[in-house]
DNA sequence: AGTATCTTGCGACTGAGTCGCAGTAACAAC
DNA sequence: GTTGTTACTGCGACTCAGTCGCAAGATACT
């Protein structure tokens, strides 16, 4: 079992958008698409944190930057990213989408801290490979899944 | 791995209304709310069927019979039956909650085709024994937890 | 029966997300 | 670099699930 922390990455934040604008670049090509300024600076933006974080929120940091930016654009830069494979969209409660970015890290779970909110990640081999498993007993092709474990954390009990 | 189809009952319809129609009492009482002819209307529409089902569509399903029912009573019902443990809701997919009741039936976790939207459920001991290990290991309490998994079901392959 | 308390229905509201449109920017071809 | 095509942006209006406040009505306790 493994437990990665947040923050920890494998190289820098400037050396991960780098190579993740070419990943997107790639990826708006094959669909014709465009690479715009809007879409760099969003790109940039979400591979500057490593937390999850909502549409709005991040429409928010441009307006506190007073970088002009519209919500319907973030959104649809958000579903651009998400096709991609850089960004997975992730249900953290029922009220609204989160998002992380994905690239470079490995696929994980998350555990929900009922009482403080707090978000831990984890992956499990063993775990991904009893469901693969199951699936294959019920001859279904699995194409991504996500598992949500809410609860209270160590601290919270 | 067990894979249970939806409509096996261990009882029938009438006899699980009943029996959740007490639980839902006792559950009312403990809370000094009050159970009401819509309450009970609602408990029997829910019991009277095995499948998932959205709050609005369950609304419909009063309409179409003519029997006066309001929006705002059916989500304030449901999020009773919810905390009484009868019904569980289920994110099927991101746009709105989904209802299947619970009382009576095993624990388990859901398929969903891409392509035809066929919901297949399962349950497996070794998944759920798995995750309560990671759970210890991580010290979270888990108090519930919900695995989706998103693929192509045998037909749609 | 009387009364305190809860429930209902209504309609207005919220908030995330979407959409159509008119003007603007990217990009490929010359 | 100019041009032409196509995609993009911002705006504001819209949608849709879900929530809320309130006045009138139902429940349950004594």
């Known amino acids: 079992m493994r437990h990665r ?4 990455p494998g190289q820098g934040a400037a ?6 604008e070419e990943v997107f670049r790639r990826y708006l090509a094959s669909q014709k698409l465009k690479m715009t300024g809007e879409r760099r600076r969003i ?7 490593t937390e999850h ?8 940091r441009f307006v506190d930057k007073r970088i002009p930016m519209s919500r319907a654009t973030i ?3 958000l579903d651009h990213l998400v096709k991609s494979g850089l960004v997975r969209r992730v249900y953290l409660d029922q009220k609204r ?5 994905v690239y470079g890290r490995k696929h994980h779970e998350h555990m929900i801290c009922l009482s403080c909110g707090k978000v831990i990640e984890f992956s499990d081999d063993p775990l991904e490979q009893r469901q693969d ?3 294959r007993d019920l001859k279904f092709r699995p ?4 598992l949500r474990i809410v609860g209270l954390c160590q601290k919270c009990q």
Do not use: I
């Open 5 to 8: 922390a947040r923050g920890t």
């Open 15 to 20: 050396g991960r958008v780098a190579a993740g």
């Open 43 to 49: 790109l940039a933006e979400v591979f500057s944190t």
């Open 53 to 60: 974080f909502g549409a709005d929120e991040l429409h928010l």
């Open 75 to 77: 959104y649809r830069a």
């Open 97 to 101: 989408a989160f998002f992380e970015h």
């Open 133 to 135: 498993k199951v699936c």
């Open 143 to 146: 194409l991504r899944h996500s």
